[in-house]
């Protein structure tokens, strides 16, 4: 199985930041990779897929890239709404597996 | 609108096996594979295999081999995943997914105690 590894587990950080979330795949899985934000008590939402695509209606403070092995997910200004549960996840190939996440919290 | 709509909640037994329904609407349901993903309390999310409705093919992560049958239902747009012989390990929201990975349902919880 495909291993992804997240960092950091949590990072804390104020409205207006610029933030950065990482995700490493033990395998090559191309561009396949997507980023899902969870709040408590709900399911996730898909922000980005294929590493770099913005869903419908995700607002444009998120983008994804991909340098080299890493893939980072980037909120550009951080607002309160913002605050949740970050998870990549490959689809590279079967079983899809997911980052164990990143709590991101209001400093 | 486009909508996974999930059965309720269930307590089980360990032992006993659990199906939860997860109805379409708002789509061609035969266009789309779906997917199961499961979350433990304060956990991370974890994937358990994928149904396509048209034929019922199924790919299952290898960890469920075994106990879990996902299955669909054309004429209601609704797709089933049962798992069986259930532990207090299983106890987790249980989501169906369409593919692309959206939408979501809205989850059932799933407790497994004695």
């Known amino acids: 199985d495909i291993q992804m590894t997240q960092s950091p587990s949590t990072l804390s950080a104020s409205v207006g930041a610029r933030v950065n979330i990482t995700c490493r795949a033990s395998?090559?899985?191309?561009?396949?990779l997507a980023w899902y934000q969870q709040k408590p008590g709900k399911a996730p939402k898909l922000l980005i897929y294929?590493?770099?695509y913005l869903e419908i209606g995700v607002p444009s403070r998120f983008s994804g890239s991909l340098s080299g092995t890493e893939f980072t997910l980037t909120i550009s200004s951080l607002q309160p709404d913002d605050f949740a549960i970050y998870y990549c996840?490959?689809?590279?190939?079967?079983?899809?597996?997911f980052g164990q996440g990143t709590r991101l919290e209001i400093k | 609108q486009v909508q996974l709509v999930q059965s309720g909640a269930e307590v089980k037994k360990p032992g006993a096996s659990v199906k939860v329904s997860c109805k379409a609407s708002?789509?061609?349901?035969?266009?789309?594979?779906f997917h199961w993903v499961r979350q433990a309390p304060g956990q991370g999310l974890e994937w358990m295999g994928i149904?396509?409705?048209?034929?019922?093919?199924?790919t299952y992560a290898q960890k469920f081999q075994g106990r879990v049958t996902m299955t669909s239902d054309t004429s209601t747009t609704t797709v089933y995943m049962e798992l069986s012989n259930l532990t207090s390990e299983d106890t987790a929201v249980y989501y169906c997914?369409?593919?692309?990975?959206?939408?979501w349902g809205q989850g059932t919880l799933v407790t497994v105690s004695s």
């Open positions: 997914v369409r593919a692309g990975f959206d939408p």
């Open positions: 708002g789509f061609p349901f035969t266009t789309y594979f």
């Open positions: 149904i396509n409705p048209t034929d019922v093919t199924t």
């Open positions: 395998q090559t899985i191309d561009t396949w």
């Open positions: 294929k590493t770099s």
């Open positions: 996840q490959q689809y590279n190939s079967y079983p899809y597996t």
